[in-house]
């Protein structure tokens, strides 16, 4: 029996909508995708990723509409993901955000999926990675998964916001058939990962509804979503960073005396997801310093010591770098 991964009918977002409103039959959508049409009252059913990639194909095959997932994504809110939607976007920055969204996906909304955050320079690459071997609908569901992570970057950064650039996989890399046009900046295609591009400044933007929705059990959760799955070398070095920095330093031979992997085996393999050591301990550092920013009354001095840099001008100079402001002012906003 093939591996199969599910996902919650609720990512379906408005599709009945957008094919009526485009003169479709969306009962003939359904029968072709041999998929219930009472599944569009049923939000939490789950269903294999497969028949959603195929019910998103014949919806864009009814229509001839090569840029369906796109038009739809345009019209979904975070909202239309339930409690993974109220979770995700309760975190304090972005960076957190899609920390939570990346844990907490497999258990919540999709299984078999991973959300991969990877730097190239100053740019933050944010990929969406199904596992699912499927081919049929996979850029439908690529182009609706980017516009739900363009949602929860919305609502950091405005509700205008855009990434610079978009990336999706699976289409010819000629006519793009109005995919840039229905993404509203600029769309490149080709064999990557479907993913949003944009500067990493805005990893660490205020929440603005900080502390405004409540009733999800926010610590609970975390103690659940925070343990790596058994194949997440990513989150295993992740939790190795964090265990050293509370001694007060750590580096990459410490993590690979307790990870079991030699030096080259271990950078190979993180090289293999677009990681390195150097962005596990700047993300570490990162989320830490935003937990003690928010939650605690250190001094600046204080946490430089806690995130293991030799003295507090070193750490300033580096939260200016993520964030563009210094980590006095950042936790002013934060608390305002």
């Not at 379906?12 to 485009?22: K, T």
């Not at 509700?159 to 058939?177: A, E, T």
């Not at 271990?266 to 090289?271: A, F, I, T, V």
């Amino acid at each position: 029996m093939r591996p199969t991964a599910y996902t919650r009918a609720s990512t379906l977002g408005p599709i009945a909508d957008v094919v009526a409103a485009s003169g479709g039959s969306i009962t003939r959508v359904f029968r072709r995708a041999e998929l219930p049409l009472a599944l569009l009252g049923a939000p939490d059913t789950l269903l294999p990723l497969r028949d959603h990639f195929g019910l998103l194909a014949q919806a864009a095959r009814e229509l001839g509409d090569h840029a369906f997932g796109a038009r739809l994504g345009r019209q979904t809110t975070i909202a239309g993901l339930g409690i993974y939607g109220r979770w995700v976007t309760q975190a304090p920055t972005l960076l957190e955000a899609m920390d939570r969204a990346r844990l907490s996906l497999p258990h919540m909304l999709q299984s078999a999926t991973a959300l991969t955050m990877r730097r190239v320079g100053s740019e933050v690459y944010w990929s969406y990675e199904p596992a699912d071997a499927a081919t049929e609908g996979r850029p439908q569901n690529e182009m609706l998964a980017l516009w739900y992570m363009i949602a929860v970057a919305r609502h950091f950064a405005g509700p205008r916001w855009l990434p610079s650039r978009v990336l999706v996989g699976g289409l010819p890399s000629g006519p793009k058939f109005g995919v840039g046009e229905q993404m509203g900046t600029e769309t490149v295609t080709g064999d990557a990962p479907g993913a949003i591009v944009f500067g990493e400044q805005l990893l660490m933007a205020v929440n603005p509804k900080l502390g405004a929705s409540a009733g999800l059990g926010a610590e609970e959760l975390a103690r659940i979503f925070d343990i790596p799955a058994p194949h997440d070398l990513a989150g295993h070095v992740g939790v190795l960073i964090e265990l050293g920095l509370l001694g007060g330093s750590i580096n990459l031979g410490d993590v690979v005396r307790k990870v079991g992997l030699s030096r080259r085996t271990l950078q190979r393999q993180l090289s293999g997801l677009g990681l390195s050591f150097a962005d596990l301990l700047r993300d570490t550092r990162q989320r830490r310093a935003i937990a003690l920013l928010r939650g605690t009354e250190c001094t600046i001095t204080e946490i430089a010591a806690r995130l293991g840099y030799g003295d507090p001008a070193h750490f300033s100079r580096a939260f200016e770098r993520w964030s563009g402001m210094a980590p006095s002012r950042w936790r002013e906003l934060a608390s305002a």
